[in-house]
């Protein structure tokens, strides 16, 4: 009896837990593929790359680009409730007790029990590349492609491979001076090995603030609306994620610890794995360190992930406890969007500061101007014969030539006015020290100087 029993309670090992990530069970937890629009700021390798990338790419168009590769050791990769509760459920719930059963039904539910606390390895490869134009200053659209591959080394049923493919527009709204609201919408779909591919909604607002230098608080509310085909309507599930952390950033090392609580709405959706409702916590405790200086890209990482499944009377596949530590690599390049830079400096140099304009000298009118007697007396200039030197006979663009009154004004330049709106900017002529002919040119041999009539060579 309590081998049909076991049985029994193993086979919906191979259909309930099938429900969250496919045809089949799966080490892959629903935060693994659903994009947080976490304020992680993606950071160039090198900055010769990312230079490169400024000068050929154009201002609007921004890109990330990422790479995660780790190990974890993962405590209960199938996702089975505590072996007390799986024995309870064979003996004290059906009003017998483990002694009065056979030996081989022990056995099978002895078995059955060890499944609950099957440890393993996994290897983890994901890349994730993003590409977007913005807008507006505030306002981008992008498309997104990541694939992930989970390798397990005993239980090889749960190897999983995905791809997903999406597109989608944010908007950020600036709150105070320290604080953004990143509002979100993606539509994406997900290609599963061995499993029909699904069509997802994600509609998600982001709120982070800056409260201390190196330090960012954020909280999170994104919505999966999941249908079964491609644009169809929302006929497999709802799952809201409330998610709330806290960043922070010291030198080459980063330090980062959030948590997420998901409700997987399942019940009535006539497309629906498992008509079964659930809960999730996941916890996620990170430290992380930049190897090399020059290269801002490349991390080191190890992160610690519990998770709590309960609510769903004790499934196989979406029930018990599972501790997860990774440790691995992370690689990103990333080129910003230049828009925003490019708006600041128009307002910055078409609208000038009004403080500025009230320092600036105002011009003089030289030729209403009396001689002050408290005015130092002017030195005639060199070889002249003071008052009866002429204004007129001044070379041109020596230092007496420009009063200090007269100093060109320099005027900011506008970034997109045209060429003939452009005001021009007066630089002051320097000083000659050669020989003038009588043609106004500077010669360094004195021969070559030709006299007039009317006018004296000056050196």
Same mark, same amino acid.
């Given at each position: 009896?309590?081998?049909?029993?076991?049985?029994?309670?193993? @086979?919906? &090992?191979?259909?309930?837990? %099938?429900?969250?990530?496919? =045809?089949?069970?799966?080490?892959?937890?629903?935060? $693994? #593929? !659903?994009?947080?629009?976490?304020?992680?700021?993606?950071?160039?390798?090198?900055?010769?790359?990312?230079?490169?990338?400024?000068?050929?790419?154009?201002?609007?168009?921004?890109?990330?680009?990422?790479?995660?590769?780790?190990?974890?050791?993962?405590?209960?990769?199938?996702?089975?409730?505590?072996?007390?509760?799986?024995?309870?459920?064979?003996?004290?719930?059906?009003?017998?007790?483990? @002694?009065? &059963?056979?030996?081989?039904? %022990?056995?099978?539910?002895? =078995?059955?029990?060890?499944?609950?606390?099957?440890? $393993? #390895? !996994?290897?983890?490869?994901?890349?994730?590349?993003?590409?977007?134009?913005?807008?507006?200053?505030?306002?981008?659209?992008?498309?997104?492609?990541?694939?992930?591959?989970?390798?397990?080394?005993?239980?090889?049923?749960?190897?999983?491979?995905?791809?997903?493919?999406?597109?989608?527009?944010?908007?950020?709204?600036?709150?105070?001076?320290?604080?953004?609201?990143?509002?979100?919408?993606?539509?994406?779909?997900?290609?599963?090995?061995?499993?029909?591919?699904?069509?997802?909604?994600?509609?998600?607002?982001?709120?982070?603030?800056?409260?201390?230098?190196?330090?960012?608080?954020?909280?999170?509310?994104?919505?999966?609306?999941?249908?079964?085909?491609?644009?169809?309507?929302?006929?497999?599930?709802?799952?809201?994620?409330?998610?709330?952390?806290?960043?922070?950033?010291?030198?080459?090392?980063?330090?980062?610890?959030?948590?997420?609580?998901?409700?997987?709405?399942?019940?009535?959706?006539?497309?629906?794995?498992?008509?079964?409702?659930?809960?999730?916590?996941?916890?996620?405790?990170?430290?992380?360190?930049?190897?090399?200086?020059?290269?801002?890209?490349?991390?080191?990482?190890?992160?610690?992930?519990?998770?709590?499944?309960?609510?769903?009377?004790?499934?196989?596949?979406?029930?018990?406890?599972?501790?997860?530590?990774?440790?691995?690599?992370?690689?990103?390049?990333?080129?910003?969007?230049?828009?925003?830079?490019?708006?600041?400096?128009?307002?910055?140099?078409?609208?000038?500061?009004?403080?500025?304009?009230?320092?600036?000298?105002?011009?003089?009118?030289?030729?209403?101007?009396?001689?002050?007697?408290?005015?130092?007396?002017?030195?005639?200039?060199?070889?002249?014969?003071?008052?009866?030197?002429?204004?007129?006979?001044?070379?041109?663009?020596?230092?007496?030539?420009?009063?200090?009154?007269?100093?060109?004004?320099?005027?900011?330049?506008?970034?997109?006015?045209?060429?003939?709106?452009?005001?021009?900017?007066?630089?002051?002529?320097?000083?000659?020290?050669?020989?003038?002919?009588?043609?106004?040119?500077?010669?360094?041999?004195?021969?070559?100087?030709?006299?007039?009539?009317?006018?004296?060579?000056?050196?």
């Amino acid at each position: 009896m309590a081998l049909v029993l076991a049985s029994s309670f193993l @086979s919906p &090992l191979n259909s309930h837990a %099938q429900d969250v990530n496919g =045809a089949r069970p799966s080490t892959v937890l629903p935060t $693994d #593929v !659903v994009p947080l629009a976490l304020p992680q700021e993606r950071r160039a390798v090198g900055e010769s790359m990312k230079l490169r990338l400024f000068q050929k790419l154009p201002a609007r168009f921004y890109m990330n680009a990422s790479c995660e590769t780790s190990f974890r050791l993962e405590t209960n990769v199938f996702q089975f409730p505590p072996k007390r509760q799986i024995l309870n459920s064979f003996t004290q719930d059906r009003g017998i007790f483990f @002694s009065e &059963l056979a030996p081989e039904d %022990q056995l099978a539910v002895l =078995a059955t029990a060890d499944r609950s606390s099957q440890h $393993d #390895v !996994v290897y983890r490869v994901s890349p994730n590349i993003t590409a977007g134009w913005a807008l507006t200053p505030r306002t981008n659209v992008f498309v997104n492609y990541f694939y992930l591959r989970d390798k397990l080394s005993r239980f090889n049923s749960l190897n999983t491979y995905i791809n997903q493919i999406g597109t989608g527009i944010e908007h950020n709204i600036p709150v105070g001076k320290k604080g953004n609201l990143e509002v979100q919408f993606i539509a994406r779909e997900l290609f599963q090995a061995e499993a029909d591919p699904v069509f997802d909604y994600l509609p998600s607002a982001t709120f982070s603030y800056l409260f201390k230098p190196g330090w960012v608080a954020y909280a999170n509310l994104l919505t999966q609306f999941r249908s079964l085909q491609f644009f169809g309507g929302v006929d497999r599930e709802i799952d809201p994620f409330y998610t709330v952390g806290l960043l922070h950033q010291k030198g080459r090392w980063s330090f980062s610890a959030n948590g997420t609580y998901l409700t997987n709405y399942r019940k009535g959706f006539r497309d629906a794995a498992i008509q079964l409702n659930s809960q999730t916590i996941i916890l996620d405790f990170e430290i992380a360190r930049q190897l090399f200086k020059k290269v801002n890209g490349l991390q080191a990482f190890m992160r610690a992930e519990p998770v709590y499944n309960f609510g769903t009377d004790n499934t196989p596949g979406l029930s018990g406890m599972d501790f997860r530590l990774f440790w691995g690599l992370r690689g990103s390049v990333s080129k910003p969007s230049l828009l925003g830079y490019v708006s600041q400096l128009k307002q910055r140099y078409q609208s000038p500061d009004p403080n500025l304009l009230q320092n600036m000298p105002k011009k003089t009118n030289t030729k209403n101007k009396k001689n002050d007697p408290k005015d130092p007396p002017v030195p005639p200039p060199a070889g002249g014969d003071g008052d009866k030197e002429k204004k007129d006979d001044q070379v041109p663009g020596a230092p007496s030539a420009m009063l200090d009154d007269q100093a060109p004004e320099i005027m900011p330049v506008s970034l997109d006015a045209s060429a003939s709106d452009t005001p021009k900017i007066i630089e002051a002529t320097a000083p000659m020290h050669g020989f003038i002919t009588h043609t106004n040119k500077e010669v360094e041999d004195p021969s070559l100087a030709v006299k007039s009539s009317d006018e004296t060579v000056v050196r």
